[in-house]
């Protein structure tokens, strides 16, 4: 069964300055990765997918994530942070072969923007 | 364009208690979920449904039940509450295994 891994439970960081969420999950042939946003008092909501073709997928708001798959890895980065960018990021992956399994979360990185 | 209606969003219940969180959606989804959010423990999936007329457990099934009459509706079941279940509870739905969409999540205390 797929596993998810995010390194950090908390990043804290600096308005306009860059960050790193990390995300490893466990290998397979093939995956979907995603990444979803929570923001405060809020459902999740779709941040960004990986399903295939070019390893970097990019957000609407600036946030970028580079599938690696030697690495086994999506982490996701944002060259300037915002303070509106304040949530929790959750990073998870489905195996498309294997059938009917839901989706696998991680359980979490809350990224707090310091002005 | 509502996407995933969940209702209701607070509840305070007593231990013993029974009650249901009811789930709809309006996208036509076949596969509808749910799960609950505890603080440090990330979303960990109760149960889900691949169609109209089933339903599977997931990761934390206990003390829950579902059922799935209809495609739009998802109904998460607690038949006698206890404090362990005190949670925020969401519902997500999807056209498969793949991307999903939550609704905004239900609070739940048993006191």
Not at chain 1, 45 to 68: D, H, M, P, R
Not at chain 2, 36 to 42: F, H, I, L, N
Request: net charge neutral; charged share 15%; proline share 5%.
């Amino acid at each position: 069964a797929q596993s998810v891994t995010q390194l950090d439970s908390q990043v804290p960081v600096f308005e306009e300055a860059p960050v790193e969420l990390r995300c490893n999950y466990s290998s397979s042939v093939s995956v979907y990765l995603f990444w979803y946003v929570q923001y405060p008092n809020q459902g999740l909501q779709l941040l960004l997918k990986y399903l295939s073709g070019s390893t970097l997928v990019e957000s609407i708001n600036g946030f970028e994530a580079e599938f690696n798959k030697s690495q086994t890895s999506f982490h996701l980065r944002k060259p300037s942070v915002h303070i509106s960018d304040t949530a929790e990021y959750f990073c998870a992956v489905s195996d498309p072969n294997s059938g009917n399994t839901p989706l696998v979360f991680g359980k979490g990185t809350r990224l707090s923007v310091i002005a | 364009n509502a996407g995933v209606t969940q209702t209701p969003k607070f509840r305070v219940l007593k231990t013993g208690q029974s009650m249901t969180l009811l789930c709809a959606q309006d996208m036509n989804h076949e596969y509808m979920y749910w799960y609950r959010q505890d603080p440090g423990m990330g979303l960990r999936l109760i149960h889900y449904s691949v169609g109209e007329g089933t339903t599977a457990k997931g990761e934390v099934p206990d003390g829950y039940n579902v059922s799935r009459l209809k495609k739009q509706n998802f109904l998460l079941g607690l038949e006698s509450a206890a404090p362990s279940q005190t949670s925020v509870y969401f519902c997500a739905s999807s056209f498969g295994p793949g991307e999903l969409f939550f609704g905004e999540g239900s609070r739940l205390t048993v006191l």
